[in-house]
């Protein structure tokens, strides 16, 4: 029944080399690289070996003697995973004496296992069970009255999955994925002999240890010991389906085990080219939100946001969305509405959505959260490499030498990316580490940062364009690859003026903090290492000079070649999982899918002609701009799909204000978020476990999400946009996301080459995909930059209007945590909140103990936009002076404390940078105790909610 | 529109440009970007600002300089 759920498993790891060998392994010639194992070189010959503690995803450990084979010329047994193939090697896996030796070994082993066959949670996916089958165990002459571990304590303290020592055969595949796969290292194995067993930490319960519940260790067991609690309830799936998953832009591909329409767990694909097997606590395990109590299963209106909400059906909620957005239009003209779309959302989702605005609307008022985190990203890149993504894919990173992590703490935000690149680091590369706190991945086992600048918020751009001074002035910049592929007047200017004393690490030294000595140190190593791969993320973007940064980190890259092959490049990481996709979907109010700007004529008569209608050559407004327009009078609609901007957006009280002045909010979306409070439409959304389409994660990977249960409330997202669409009267008309797809491909030249066949037969593909690129991209700019020549452009350091003062003396910055996601609204509705229940405030020691405040103690966070009340963490992770939240719970109100400062070219807000003032308080503040009320009032006007099956009639 | 919101964000756009060697291309940056990426009502009130006379005196030099002599092109249609 389950043999489909099965892969095949090689038992070692793949191995790279330019040599062959030949062997005959049980009489059958085969070829493999040298380094292969006997035991994979037999698998690729058709033969499995037997085996318990071996798996490919794991170096070989030789430990559990079942693998073991005979080898012409050798004396013993020896094991075949850790045996190398050698040319012209006879090896026999199957002899009466391996038979007879594997079986002694099968006794030993089930002397000391519980008998529960029938009742256990891994029959039928046991590999135990398997290796007892095939080695013809059929009694054990030790029998089972000895000393053993059946009567062990579980370990239940993780909400996902179990401990159960009794069922342990001490194979240390779990260990060793915790080491290798995971790079965490909270697994031992503790005692001797008999007493040997799986310890997390320190002989701790595994939710007190640093276990970070990635699933690694679970997937790596091949019995019931390490175990989902989703299994041991459910019973093994009976199908499944290859889907990616919906958290951050890394992408994982993800199996998801079925049994009929329920999900029995999510096992991370192993031919997954963005995560290789690998998995986070996110994506293995929170999918539970998706079947939440609190799902929204019916289409809701109403006319004012102080009346109680309507259900009504699709085509009434849908009908008067359509007449209350003309009714708009009518009154205050055509650019009175807009809409916005999420990166949470496939790209079929946000094409639709932009065109939706673009042919129904008639006009360019789209947006998206990119808006948010990485819209300089966009910019950046563009103007100077040519395109408006990054350079590599993941595995790039297995070839990097040196390895600078600017603004981003991977092991938290992108935790399958981090586990790759702390793979590498522990393989020897070099680290640099620029950001203001000691993130994780600064120091953690087995890895230390060569360098960590631990600059100040808000001066990047003097730290690039420093470390840029020393590599220029020092004579390290790889000037014939500049000479070949820059464009030379810009890299003149821009030598000259980087090479300015005021540029050189010394004289940035007092407003940056880094000190000289150690930003030339970091340089020299980043210039003179080998591969430099640079990975940014938010803290590069969310500035007043996001842009800039991105700038200076390409600058940074072209000056010292680390463009155009494998094991360099720029890499910004993308926040959500289809970030890049909704980027490319043309998203933003100023271009059309592809990056291809509204003014030009010539791409405006490629989407005009198929689309039928005239499209706007002007930019429309930006989610700020969209705000500003809202309290001037200007913007009175909008059409918000997965996304939660009262709670994500900053300056709460702000976005908050402009909300009440429109007059028809339609949000679509599986929960009543913060941003539906204020709709006056609520359309339910659909998960990704409901619906068919893309997304396109951080390495512009585009892969297929797949159903594997129905819409819950009866439209997946595009039906409903396509709905909405024709109410208003522009006709849309598609079967399924992949006529969506083609017709994407037919407009877009870096997409000319995806469809959805493509997708099936390649597993996922990498844009630009098209004639020249048929199989995709996966490093771009390889012979020559996409713009021509690569651009340098002048980074002038510009200190944000956000300064400390005396009211406000400390510097705010906002960022994630390991197991909460963005806003929420998915991860606070599973039992992620075991490991984060709610937003602190880190603090330094210094500034704590000045303030007379000690961990979890409530303090005030003020700054000039509002003031929010949370309780501390005193912490030596932040440096004095700069303290830090998440902003995953929406009572927490970090936004409220965020201002409208942005950045200068995207309007980007600068979430990094706040000056604020922090202080001991004994209760919330007036904004936490005003949202607790308006909250409260929502949740009435919802539970008042009436089924009425007339509509209500426009305004 | 605010337009405070809209003079500072101008000259967040020149005080990138105008760190640029050659003087008209940053000028050209300048009104290029506001013409790429503000949309026309942005435009038209931060031009009836500066005919108004209160926004000019707030904005930098290299703004001014950009919408002087770009200002048909960033006058919205």
């Not at chain 1, 989703?230 to 389906?241: A, K, N, T």
């Not at chain 1, 007047?489 to 000595?517: H, I, L, M, Y």
């Not at chain 1, 979907?585 to 989407?607: C, I, K, N, Q, W």
């Not at chain 2, 031009?47 to 770009?70: C, F």
Request: charged share 20%; proline share 5%; aromatic share 8%.
């Amino acid at each position: 029944m389950l043999n489909h759920l099965n892969e095949t498993d090689y038992g070692t790891p793949k191995r790279e080399s330019e040599q062959e060998v030949t062997l005959e392994i049980d009489g059958n010639q085969v070829t493999v690289p040298k380094g292969t194992s006997l035991m994979r070189a037999a698998v690729d010959a058709g033969i499995q070996v037997p085996k318990l503690c071996a798996t490919d995803s794991l170096e070989p450990f030789g430990s559990c003697r079942l693998c073991m084979v005979e080898i012409d010329g050798r004396k013993g047994f020896p094991a075949s995973c850790t045996t190398p193939a050698e040319a012209g090697m006879k090896v026999r896996t199957q002899t009466p004496r391996l038979q007879e030796l594997r079986k002694g070994v099968m006794e030993l082993y089930i002397s000391d296992h519980p008998l529960d066959c029938l009742t256990c949670s891994a029959n039928g996916n046991c590999e135990l069970q398997d290796m007892a089958g095939v080695t013809g165990l059929r009694n054990v002459r030790y029998g089972f009255d000895g000393a053993n571990h059946i009567h062990s304590k579980k370990d239940e303290s993780n909400p996902y999955f179990t401990y159960d020592p009794s069922k342990c055969i001490v194979c240390n595949r779990c260990v060793r994925a915790c080491e290798e796969t995971q790079g965490t290292f909270a697994l031992t194995i503790s005692g001797r002999g008999f007493d040997s067993r799986v310890s997390p930490g320190q002989d701790e319960p595994f939710m007190e240890s640093e276990c970070v519940s990635c699933g690694a260790c679970v997937e790596a067991c091949p019995t019931a010991t390490l175990q989902e609690k989703s299994v041991i309830w459910l019973g093994q799936g009976e199908h499944s389906v290859i889907t990616t998953c919906a958290y951050c832009g890394v992408g994982c591909s993800f199996k998801a085990e079925m049994k009929g329409s329920e999900v029995v767990r999510m096992v991370p694909w192993k031919d997954g080219k963005a995560n290789e097997g690998h998995s986070c606590v996110k994506g293995r395990f929170a999918w539970g939100y998706a079947t939440h109590k609190d799902r929204m299963l019916k289409p809701m209106i109403r006319k004012q946001i102080t009346d109680p909400w309507q259900e009504v059906s699709w085509d009434e909620a849908v009908n008067y969305a359509a007449s209350e957005f003309r009714r708009l239009q009518a009154k205050y003209g055509q650019d009175s509405i807009g809409g916005i779309t999420s990166s949470r959302c496939t790209n079929e989702e946000t094409y639709l959505v932009q065109k939706l605005v673009r042919a129904a609307f008639g006009n360019n008022n789209v947006d998206t959260c990119a808006r948010v985190c990485h819209s300089p990203t966009g910019y950046g890149l563009k103007q100077t490499l040519g395109e408006s993504a990054g350079t590599q894919d993941f595995k790039s990173v297995d070839k990097a030498d040196v390895i600078m992590v600017i603004g981003a703490n991977p092991t938290d935000g992108h935790p399958v990316f981090a586990s790759r690149m702390k793979k590498r680091l522990r393989a020897g590369a070099k680290l640099i580490v620029v950001d203001p706190r000691r993130i994780e991945i600064v120091k953690s086992p087995h890895i230390q940062a060569a360098h960590h600048l631990q600059l100040r918020p808000g001066t990047n751009v003097a730290v690039i364009t420093a470390l840029a001074h020393v590599i220029v002035t020092e004579g390290l910049a790889a000037d014939a690859f500049v000479a070949e592929r820059c464009d030379s007047k810009s890299f003149g200017e821009w030598r000259e003026f980087v090479s300015r004393a005021e540029n050189s690490p010394e004289a940035t030294q007092a407003a940056t903090g880094v000190p000289a000595d150690e930003l030339r140190k970091a340089a020299r190593l980043f210039a003179t290492g080998g591969n430099g791969a640079i990975y940014y993320g938010l803290g590069v973007t969310e500035h007043s000079q996001g842009s800039t940064m991105v700038m200076g980190i390409a600058n940074l890259a072209m000056v010292t070649g680390n463009v155009g092959r494998e094991g360099v490049g720029v890499n910004p990481l993308r926040g959500q999982n289809n970030v890049q996709g909704s980027c490319d979907m043309g998203s933003f109010p100023h271009e059309l899918p592809g990056y291809r700007h509204v003014s030009d004529a010539t791409s405006r008569a490629t989407f005009e002609s198929a689309w039928g209608v005239t499209i706007n050559p002007e930019p429309g407004l930006r989610i700020p701009n969209m705000f500003d327009a809202a309290l001037s009078g200007g913007f009175k609609g909008l059409y918000c799909e997965g996304e939660d901007i009262v709670q994500s957006d900053p300056n709460t009280q702000h976005v908050a204000a402009a909300m009440m002045q429109m007059e028809c909010v339609v949000v679509q979306d599986l929960f009543l978020n913060e941003t539906a409070k204020y709709a006056h439409v609520f359309l339910p959304g659909s998960s990704f476990l409901e619906k068919d389409g893309t997304f396109t994660n951080a390495e512009r990977r585009i892969s297929r999400v797949r159903k594997v249960m129905p819409p819950k409330a009866g439209l997946a997202d595009w039906e409903v946009t396509v709905k909405l669409a024709n109410a208003l009267g522009y006709p849309m008309n598609y079967a399924s996301p992949k006529e969506i797809m083609a017709e994407i491909a037919a407009l877009t030249p870096t997409f000319h080459g995806v469809s959805y066949e493509k997708l099936e037969k390649l597993g996922s593909v990498q844009w630009p995909c098209n004639d020249a690129a048929p199989d995709g991209t996966p490093t771009m700019h390889i012979d020559h930059f996409v713009r021509g020549k690569g651009k340098f452009i002048i980074t002038q350091y510009v200190p944000t209007d956000e300064k400390v003062t005396r009211k406000f003396p400390l510097l705010l910055t906002t960022g994630r945590i390991l197991s909460q996601y963005n806003v929420g609204a998915q991860t606070r509705r599973t039992e992620n909140n075991q490991w984060h229940s709610e937003d602190r405030l880190e603090i330094h020691p210094h500034d704590a103990e000045e303030r007379g405040i000690k961990t979890d103690d409530w303090v005030g966070i003020q700054s000039r936009a509002g003031e929010t009340v949370l309780r501390a963490i005193v912490s030596e992770r932040m440096q004095p002076g700069v303290v830090y939240t998440t902003f995953h719970f929406p009572e927490s109100g970090a936004n409220v404390i965020t201002t409208d400062s942005s950045d200068w070219a995207t309007n980007c807000p600068e979430y990094k940078v706040t000056a604020v003032q922090v202080m001991p308080v004994m209760q919330p503040s007036t904004w936490q105790q005003e949202y607790s009320r308006f909250s409260r009032v929502q949740q009435e006007l919802l539970d008042a909610r009436a089924n009425v099956h007339e509509s209500i009639p426009a305004k | 529109m605010h337009v405070e919101s809209l003079i500072r964000m101008a000259n967040q756009i020149g005080a990138f440009f105008e760190a640029m060697p050659d003087h008209a291309e940053a000028v050209d940056g300048v009104a290029n970007h506001l013409k790429k990426f503000w949309e026309p009502r942005m435009r038209r009130e931060l031009l009836a600002e500066i005919d108004g006379g209160d926004a000019g005196p707030q904005l930098k030099g290299i703004v001014m300089e950009a919408i002087n002599l770009h200002r048909a092109s960033l006058t919205p249609h």
